[in-house]
């Protein structure tokens, strides 16, 4: 027998790219702000720096498909 969840999760995963995506932003949303740990003045401050130097274009940002296959390089490596 197929547990409810497991279902909800290959349904879930037959979704396009973008609904898949829809389906993450609303389920995240249901979450009530206390449950999220909360962020220290040095976490605010890196999250600011950052940020910063995104937005000056000093940062060389990497596609999801780039991240997902340097990840997986990586652990094919340590296996």
């Known amino acids: 027998m197929v547990a409810p969840l497991d279902r909800v999760i290959e349904a879930a995963l037959a979704l396009p ?9 609303t389920l995240i ?3 009530a702000p206390e449950d999220a740990a909360p962020l220290d003045d040095a976490w ?9 130097e995104f937005d000056a274009g000093g940062v060389q940002t990497l ?13 094919a490596s340590r296996d």
């Open 44 to 52: 605010l401050a890196e999250i600011n720096r950052r940020s910063d």
């Open 29 to 31: 949303s249901t979450f």
């Open 17 to 25: 790219e973008s609904e898949r995506a829809e389906l993450v932003d």
């Open 63 to 75: 596609s999801w498909a780039e991240v997902k296959e340097r990840t997986r390089q990586r652990q």
